[in-house]
């Protein structure tokens, strides 16, 4: 097992606040702890993206928004704007929702059509797409890897984090059997200490989604949010 640096480890976390009452305060911390830290992005709500730019100015520290956040259930036109406006805003990654009931339902031209919606609203912008992969069953998380890795998006990732359960090993190991080695793979949901980020590093993710990555990067133990 290859053992990552901190700063390794650092340059692979986006450092996550997506709490419906995260505060300016708060969201000022988060920024200052990315600058502090190296870390690759700070991830958001779209409606704080501007703020954190703001905060971000000079750093090198992306912005990162989450679209169709947390159910996926929205419609396709809908999350198309919301990734234009995001962009427009500052945001340097943008993290989709899949729309998992259709997933589980076996519409799968809808589940393309409407990540490829978000694809195009990107241009040259990275997009991840959040599986949900606690609600899914492995043939579901095989088909959406499929999905993902012929449209060409950038990265595919386990979890919100607001739902039953984050990210597995197991589920991780499987995305990136399917996407390959070019792909992406992000890990969120549970990832909150140094041990679990490089257990997941190892098992293929090349990302890791946290609001614990100063534990992580400092060997502490991280607290029990995203």
């Given at each position: 097992m290859t053992t990552h640096s901190p700063a390794e480890l650092a340059k692979m976390i986006?450092?996550?606040?997506?709490?419906?009452?995260?505060?300016?305060?708060?969201?000022?911390?988060?920024?200052?702890?990315?600058?502090?830290?190296?870390?690759?992005?700070?991830?958001?709500?779209?409606?704080?993206?501007?703020?954190?730019?703001?905060?971000?100015?000079?750093?090198?520290?992306?912005?990162?928004?989450?679209?169709?956040?947390?159910?996926?259930?929205?419609?396709?036109?809908?999350?198309?704007?919301?990734?234009?406006?995001?962009?427009?805003?500052?945001?340097g990654e943008i993290d989709m929702v899949l729309n998992i009931g259709w997933l589980k339902d076996g519409l799968f031209d809808a589940v393309r059509d409407d990540i490829a919606a978000v694809l195009k609203a990107c241009g040259e912008v990275p997009l991840k797409v959040i599986l949900e992969t606690c609600l899914l069953e492995e043939a579901q998380k095989v088909r959406a890897c499929e999905i993902c890795r012929d449209l060409g998006v950038a990265f595919v990732k386990t979890s919100t984090g607001f739902s039953r359960s984050g990210a597995t090993l197991e589920d991780v190991a499987l995305m990136r059997r399917v996407v390959g080695p070019d792909l992406g793979v992000k890990a969120s949901g549970g990832v909150r200490d140094a041990a679990t980020a490089q257990a997941m590093i190892e098992a293929g993710a090349t990302r890791l989604g946290t609001s614990s990555g100063i534990a992580i990067v400092t060997g502490a133990q991280g607290g029990s949010g995203y």
């Open positions: 986006d450092h996550t606040l997506l709490a419906a009452d995260a505060s300016r305060a708060q969201l000022a911390t988060l920024c200052n702890e990315a600058r502090t830290h190296g870390f690759y992005s700070v991830c958001v709500n779209s409606a704080n993206v501007p703020y954190a730019v703001e905060q971000l100015q000079s750093a090198d520290v992306k912005v990162c928004a989450v679209v169709g956040f947390p159910l996926g259930a929205g419609l396709s036109a809908s999350k198309a704007y919301e990734t234009q406006e995001a962009i427009a805003a500052g945001a």
